[in-house]
Nanobody
Framework: QVQLVESGGGLVQAGGSLRLSCAAS????????MGWYRQVSGKQRVLVAS???????SYVDSVKGRFTISRDNARNTVYLQMNSLKPEDTAVYYC????????WGPGTQVTVSS
């Protein structure tokens, strides 16, 4: 079972940037398709970006052109570069395989002020 720890969140003004990191344990990381999910309080967790094990990426429309997902298989880490942040990006961000598993890390809070 992959263990996941997210980091890099914080408070930023609209238009600012953050880079999230997700450190994964386990030897199978390079075989996994990975994703970044976000959850607004009281709402369902949703997938916003994914990267296949060979590097193909996809994004939901609301973050296209602003977010970039990447991975470093040698470091068992997946990243999310977030630029031009908007208040509606405020959420707790999680990484998880795609499809998601039942194990979730603690997440990292991103707050974008207007």
């Amino acid at each position: 079972q992959v263990q996941l720890v997210e980091s890099g969140g914080g408070l930023v003004q609209a238009g600012g940037s953050l880079r999230l990191s997700c450190a994964a344990s386990g030897s199978r990381f390079n075989m996994l398709n990975m994703g970044w999910y976000r959850q607004v309080s009281g709402k369902q967790r949703v997938l916003v970006a994914s990267i296949l094990r060979l590097g193909t990426t996809s994004y939901v429309d609301s973050v296209k052109g602003r977010f970039t997902i990447s991975r470093d298989n040698a470091r068992n880490t997946v990243y999310l570069q977030m630029n031009s942040l908007k208040p509606e990006d405020t959420a707790v961000y999680y990484c998880n395989p795609v499809p998601s598993t039942s194990y979730w890390g603690p997440g990292t809070q991103v707050t974008v002020s207007s």
